[in-house]
């Protein structure tokens, strides 16, 4: 819901079902994906989440990238 909820209302109108109707992957962070995150995240992967049955004539599938929270078992040594 997170990914869904941030998108614009041009986009969330590309999704004709739910939020439900999607993918989500871990993904290794590369260029195009640093160059529109913060500049201080400092994992090596994100989640991709894919809307499925978005894609336009000129665009694929409509995808989101959220980055990582940090939760307790990351301050483990």
């Known amino acids: 819901m997170v990914a869904f909820n941030s998108l614009t209302d041009e986009e969330s109108a590309?999704?004709?079902?739910?939020?439900?109707?999607?993918?989500?992957?871990?993904?290794?962070?590369?260029?195009?994906?640093?160059?529109?995150?913060?500049?201080?995240?400092?994992?090596?992967q994100v989640y991709s989440v894919t809307f499925n049955n978005t894609e336009t004539d000129t665009n694929g599938n409509l995808e989101e990238v959220l980055q990582m929270l940090q939760t307790s078992d990351d301050n483990k040594a």
Do not use: F, T
């Open 14 to 44: 590309l999704i004709p079902v739910s939020p439900k109707d999607s993918i989500v992957k871990k993904v290794p962070v590369n260029d195009d994906i640093k160059a529109s995150i913060d500049i201080n995240y400092d994992k090596d």
